[in-house]
């Protein structure tokens, strides 16, 4: 039986790939860029669909298909400004990416700490979520904020912070003996 979620994740994935196949499509017929580019955009969408039908978890490939989708819209939009001069092609396409990226970071590390086998591997999970949460954070809003050339550098130097608390995390955990779940 399916819930209200899932109807609503449904719904939502639907819509996600009905704006990439609009917007493919008049991207397409407009003779922006390199024309099969689109048309991989729209398989991308048809085989996510696909996998969803044949898949066992229909709501984890449904939420692929949402985040996969989600990009792939912001990403053909910021395409569509730029060829309407609504968008200068380098400063607003690299900072709406970087803040793409930093927001599916956060998402995916919020998933991390639903998987654990004890108290001390929670507590190491949840310390590795967070520390990523925040690196996603972080990530975004250096794309938001810094000029360019300094968030080049500085964005991706604020994932390696949380990659390394997220191994001190792991090591410390791991000199207990405890073992995750697979």
């Not at 130097?157 to 608390?165: D, P």
Request: aromatic share 8%; net charge positive.
């Amino acid at each position: 039986m399916k819930t209200t979620f899932d109807n609503v994740l449904t719904s939502a994935a639907v819509l996600v790939t009905a704006c990439v196949t609009a917007i493919s499509g008049y991207l397409f017929f407009a003779g922006v860029g390199q024309r099969w580019v689109y048309g991989v955009a729209v398989a991308t969408m048809v085989v996510a669909w696909f996998a969803r039908r044949f898949g066992a978890s229909r709501r984890n490939v449904t939420t692929s298909l949402l985040l996969a989708g989600t990009l792939l819209t912001v990403t053909l939009c910021m395409k569509v400004l730029e060829h309407m001069g609504w968008a200068a092609e380098s400063d607003i396409a690299a900072r709406t990416n970087g803040i793409m990226a930093g927001a599916i970071l956060v998402v995916l590390s919020n998933a991390i700490p639903k998987r654990m086998s004890s108290a001390n591997a929670l507590a190491m999970l949840r310390t590795i979520g967070r520390a990523f949460v925040i690196g996603g954070l972080g990530y975004a809003v250096a794309w938001l904020v810094l000029p360019l050339h300094v968030a080049d550098t500085v964005a991706p130097i604020i994932v390696l912070a949380s990659l390394i608390v997220a191994c001190v995390a792991y090591v410390g955990w791991h000199r207990t003996g405890d073992r995750p779940a697979s």
